[in-house]
């Protein structure tokens, strides 16, 4: 019982309530937004065609493997990590 009331008055003292969080977190798709609006604008800047680029045998070499290692190596991994934090949370 008095765990619960200390861990409360710490989280409430260093700021954790769910408002804050929301209030700091609240600009993150606009920030993703303005991101993408910038790299389009720094990519037409310089000329560079995307097409080209993914053209390239050494680009699709490189994007086949990180694919593969993906689906074969971290895919699993990210699914076990979920559903273990996802059970102890319930």
């Known amino acids: 019982m ?6 409360k ?5 260093q700021g954790f309530t769910h408002q804050n969080f929301l209030k700091k977190n609240s600009g993150g ?12 604008a720094a990519l037409g800047y310089f ?3 995307l ?4 053209e390239n045998p050494i680009v699709q ?4 493997i990180f694919v593969v290692g993906w689906t074969t190596y971290l895919q699993p991994f990210v699914i076990y ?3 273990s934090f996802n059970g102890l949370t319930k």
């Open 2 to 7: 008095k765990y619960n009331i200390k861990m």
């Open 9 to 13: 008055e710490i989280s409430r003292r």
């Open 29 to 40: 798709f606009m920030q993703i937004v303005l991101l993408a609006i910038v790299i389009i």
């Open 47 to 49: 000329n560079i065609d």
């Open 51 to 54: 097409r080209t680029v993914f």
């Open 61 to 64: 070499k490189i994007w086949n």
């Open 81 to 83: 990590l979920w559903t």
